[in-house]
Each structure stands twice: as C-alpha cells, then as structure tokens.
C-alpha cells in the first residue's frame, strides 16, 4: 500500500485479521439488521451450518429458515431478536431444512 498514511495502513491490516478471524471460527456469525429482519452479513460457518452460501444469505431473515415447529419457529426468532434489540447478548440453537 503505497502513498498511504500509516493509519489508514494499521487501518487495513486491523480490518485484515479481523476478516481472516470471522471467516475461520468455527461458529456462526449472523448480522442481522434488527429493524428489518434483513441478513446483512454472515460468516463461512454460518452459511455451511444453515446450507447456503454466503451470498444467499444477504437480505432472508433467520426467522424465516427455521423447521416451524417450536422453538424453531419465527416467533422465537423475533423474542431473541428483541433481547439483543435490549442489550442481551443472544447464543442459540436454531434447526433448519438444509436446502440440498
């Protein structure tokens, strides 16, 4: 990275780890926008938990991927969804058609 300052450098190499650490877990990572219910982004795991690429999974709504039957059903997703809204930090099991 030529003609750069050494922050926006820092900057990159930060943004850098911080990439290769989300992409390597072997957790899901879902981020959600807790207004619209819209994926905005998830890790490798996450799609491979749930059978989908990474791409794919941009804009559906976790609530909508469950089995439908309780505690796999859209109104527990939309419960948690609200306690993280809260502050709550949400750690889940979540079952789901694997789309194969």
């Excluded at 750069?4 to 780890?17: G, V």
């Excluded at 207004?35 to 791409?55: H, I, K, M, P, Y």
Aim: hydrophobic share 35%; net charge negative; proline share 5%.
């Amino acid at each position: 990275m030529t003609g750069t300052s050494p922050e926006s450098n820092e900057l990159y190499l930060s943004e850098q780890r911080f990439q290769a650490i989300y992409d390597s877990v072997n957790d899901g990572i879902l981020i959600q926008d807790l207004d619209s219910g819209a994926t905005l982004d998830v890790n490798r795991r996450f799609g491979e938990f749930l059978g989908f690429s990474q791409q794919r999974m941009l804009g559906m709504e976790l609530a909508d991927t469950g089995l439908g039957i309780w505690p796999y059903t859209r109104e527990v997703a939309i419960d948690w969804a609200m306690k993280a809204i809260e502050g709550e930090p949400q750690t889940f099991d979540w079952l789901c058609p694997h789309p194969s």
